[in-house]
């Protein structure tokens, strides 16, 4: 056995009905196997962006393509930190669904893009920033810690990089910038935000932007946002 390859999977999840029929049926060819795939361990896409919580049809669909997005950004970006060792590369699942109804396409398929598409463009971008994720939900009063990184797959050194780093808490709102250089093919963590999460309803978000010009002269910019729901229950 190739131990080069002990693990491959698809990356990403698949969108949702265009046509609310098309939902039904969907739902219902889904629903054989399902014991099986929970005792597997595995969490239904359906279970995470219930129906039920969206007043139509329409909405609920929108927030499948936001979530098809933001799993595929998340995916890459982490895949990107952890680049060579252990992580030897990656790649989506489909680029065009093969049907109408539903499909993990970063296009339908007619070939529109999906707003999956920008999401994959973006976090392959020779340079990006990415930081830890946020929790779902925070505890009141807990404390995080959050790594910063900077991906550079150029082949040449980054001499001049900043990042400017907001968070934003009910109780008010914290700016850091860093800068400095980023050596060629690597990445580097860049600094480490500490957040405190307030003890009252809101969210805590961060937000990055990073401005970098490489050794050829070549302007590059890349945005990172996570946000955080303060759970007082929790």
């Not at 029929?21 to 969490?43: C, D, E, K, N, P």
């Not at 499948?64 to 990656?90: K, M, S």
């Not at 050596?183 to 935000?193: F, H, L, P, S, Y």
């Amino acid at each position: 056995e190739d131990q080069g390859l002990a693990r491959v999977r698809p990356l990403g999840t698949h969108s949702r009905p265009e046509v609310r029929g098309a939902g039904r049926t969907y739902l219902a060819r889904g629903a054989q196997g399902l014991s099986a795939r929970l005792r597997q361990g595995h969490v239904p896409p359906n279970a995470r962006l219930p129906f039920a919580r969206h007043h139509d049809h329409a909405a609920w669909r929108t927030a499948t393509l936001e979530h098809q997005a933001d799993v595929a950004r998340r995916y890459i970006e982490h895949l990107r930190r952890i680049r060579y060792r252990p992580n030897g590369g990656f790649c989506v699942a489909s680029w065009r669904d093969p049907v109408a109804d539903h499909g993990w396409g970063l296009t339908d398929h007619t070939g529109a893009p999906r707003p999956v598409l920008a999401a994959v463009r973006e976090a392959c971008a020779p340079v990006i920033v990415v930081a830890d994720r946020l929790p779902i939900a925070s505890r009141p009063g807990a404390e995080l810690r959050l790594a910063v990184h900077v991906v550079n797959d150029l082949r040449v050194d980054i001499p001049d990089a900043h990042a400017d780093i907001t968070v934003t808490t009910p109780s008010g709102v914290w700016h850091h910038r860093v800068g400095g250089s980023i050596a060629a093919d690597t990445c580097e963590r860049i600094t480490t935000v500490d957040v405190s999460i307030p003890d009252v309803f809101g969210a805590v978000t961060i937000h990055i932007v990073l401005t970098a010009i490489d050794g050829d002269g070549r302007h590059h910019s890349s945005v990172f946002t996570d946000t955080s729901a303060i759970d007082v229950d929790l």
